[in-house]
Nanobody
Framework: QVQVVESGGGSVQAGGSLRLSCAASGGTFRSYAMGWFRQAPGKEREFVAA????????YYADSVKGRFTISRDNAKNTVYLRMNSLKPEDTAVYYCNTARQTGRSDDSWDPTGYWGQGTRVTVSS
């Protein structure tokens, strides 16, 4: 099983940018689709973005489409989430995980592995 450690969170003003990283170990990283999920205060965890095993396809929740970019480097066992034009509603703890697509829509992805500790993103207005 792949284990993950997220990093790169912080506090930014609205309109700012951050790049999150997720370092994976164990398992065969390059065999897995990977996803980013987030949990805002008082809300359930939700899907943000996913990328297939070789980085050739990416998928986004409507709320982040056009602002966030997911990528991966299989040589480094790392997946990234570049977040631009951040909004206060992006404030959440962000988690990565192995993921599988569960439906035909771009946001139909479920986590399949162990959660890391997450990395906190706070966007102020």
């Amino acid at each position: 099983q792949v284990q993950v450690v997220e990093s790169g969170g912080g506090s930014v003003q609205a309109g700012g940018s951050l790049r999150l990283s997720c370092a994976a170990s164990g398992g065969t990283f390059r065999s897995y689709a990977m996803g980013w999920f987030r949990q805002a205060p008082g809300k359930e965890r939700e899907f943000v973005a996913a990328i297939n095993y070789n980085g050739g396809r990416s998928y986004y929740a409507d709320s982040v489409k056009g602002r966030f970019t997911i990528s991966r480097d299989n040589a480094k066992n790392t997946v990234y989430l570049r977040m631009n034009s951040l909004k206060p509603e992006d404030t959440a703890v962000y988690y990565c995980n192995t993921a599988r697509q569960t439906g035909r829509s771009d946001d139909s992805w479920d986590p399949t592995g162990y959660w890391g500790q997450g990395t906190r993103v706070t966007v102020s207005s």
